[in-house]
């Protein structure tokens, strides 16, 4: 992207805000888009921020606002919710998702204060200010979470290996979840600010529900892997997700209102989208876990009789 006027860069603390308030105010910005927004303080902070200078601001929320994320973590008891999830299906009312969770450190924050929820509450209809929440995805592609998750990763890794089969126990290969190409959810960010639509909440994520299961095969169309997918209604290890995870309760989105609205479209097709993740991960390696890799748990499970298997 070329711009006709040298970008200004203001380095300050985002908890400390008044000590970068003078530069801020000279700066005079329409937008602030907050992509760091994660405790109830981030999203005060900012929208004190955003009133001080009278400009729009466009927060970075997340999907896991949703009821349906503390089912899968088992936080709440009750019934599934029904999906895809619409920017009017039912937020949590627990608080701080994954508190106590050992999570990967980002940013300077606990993970105990982590809540999005608290986040939209703070700045989504605020008398005085002018907020727009975009709801995101689990993400892939470059910068992918700044390389903390790499959510594809373990099963593009046992491709490139040679593996010739990847084993995924059957409530892990059906589970839906919403997905989006980094590239692509950065220009959902960009309509957001070109459109003055505040007070809206928007989704991001891929159309259609795809499955875990129908992930692999689309890697696998993408590395060239001939393996097989093998489904097994036991307990599997990695890259199945762990049995104390609820995987009934599905946490595909919709996203048809920015679409409607906002005309948001992705740029890229989904094989150039993971054409262009697997390139950008092979420039960008990163550390594995090797209790992740158990080849050998893998192929004593892989000599017993097949449930079901598909190819890709």
């Not at 089969?165 to 997905?179: E, G, K, M």
């Not at 990163?286 to 598909?310: C, G, I, P």
């Amino acid at each position: 992207m070329a711009f006709r006027e040298p970008v200004i860069s203001i380095h300050g603390n985002r908890t400390e805000l008044n000590r970068s308030a003078h530069e801020l105010r000279r700066f005079r910005p329409d937008v602030i888009v907050d992509a760091i927004a994660f405790t109830a303080s981030h999203g005060e902070t900012s929208a004190a921020a955003a009133r001080d200078l009278g400009a729009r601001l466009v927060v970075l929320s997340s999907g896991d606002v949703y009821r349906a994320n503390v089912i899968v973590f088992r936080r709440v008891e009750g019934s599934l919710e029904p999906t895809p999830l619409t920017e009017g299906s039912p937020l949590r009312d627990r608080m701080y998702p994954y508190k106590g969770m050992s999570l990967p450190r980002a940013y300077d924050f606990d993970w105990d204060e982590y809540d999005k929820v608290l986040v939209e509450r703070a700045t989504i209809g605020v008398p005085g200010l002018r907020a727009t929440a975009l709801r995101l995805p689990m993400l892939y592609g470059p910068g992918d979470c700044t390389g903390l998750k790499r959510r594809f990763l373990a099963f593009v890794k046992r491709m490139d290996d040679g593996r010739p089969a990847i084993l995924l126990d059957a409530r892990t290969a059906q589970w839906c979840a919403p997905w989006g190409c980094t590239l692509d959810v950065a220009d959902a960010v960009r309509l957001v600010v070109e459109h003055d639509d505040a007070g809206r909440v928007y989704n991001v994520a891929e159309p259609g529900r795809m499955t875990m299961a129908d992930w692999v095969h689309a890697w696998a169309s993408i590395v060239g892997w001939k393996g097989d997918v093998v489904i097994r209604d036991e307990a599997c290890p990695p890259p199945s997700f762990p049995r104390a995870l609820n995987l009934e309760q599905h946490l595909d989105m919709d996203s048809s209102r920015i679409r409607r609205e906002l005309g948001y479209r992705e740029r890229l097709s989904r094989r150039e989208a993971l054409t262009t993740t697997i390139a950008w991960d092979r420039e960008h390696p990163t550390e594995l876990k090797a209790e992740e890799f158990d080849y050998e748990a893998e192929d004593r499970l892989l000599k017993r009789k097949r449930d079901r298997r598909t190819d890709p």
